[in-house]
């Protein structure tokens, strides 16, 4: 799994990077192939940004989530790729199902 971390206006932390990677291997299981993943963290006056990219079995997912906790932040943005991942696979199973 490679994971690309991009840091600005704050110091790259261990911690952070293992907590994002727990997440991200959690969102994992969800694919047969994942093929990359970028996390953007940044900081905005008071504000923690967090995106995270993941590009897995031909498909994009992106979220962006703003709070004033990072790690609070990186939870709502994995709750954001795991509802987009749901759906996704809901329409697709549908399309799948779908009687001609």
């Known amino acids: 799994m490679d ?3 991009y840091f600005q206006n704050l110091e790259a932390s261990d911690a952070i ?10 969102l994992s299981a969800h694919f047969n192939k994942l093929l990359s993943t970028d996390v953007r963290c940044k900081v905005e006056k008071i504000h923690h940004v ?3 990219t993941i590009l897995a079995d031909g498909d994009r ?3 962006t989530e703003r709070h004033e906790d990072m790690y609070a932040a ?5 709750d954001k790729l795991e509802k987009q991942i749901r759906r996704h696979k809901e329409k697709t199973l549908a ?3 779908r009687p001609r």
Request: aromatic share 12%; glycine share 0%.
């Open 3 to 5: 994971i690309t971390y």
């Open 17 to 26: 990077k293992d907590y994002c990677r727990a997440k991200i291997e959690k």
């Open 95 to 97: 399309k799948e199902h």
């Open 61 to 63: 997912f992106i979220a």
């Open 74 to 78: 990186i939870d709502l943005v994995e």
């Open 50 to 52: 967090v995106e995270i």
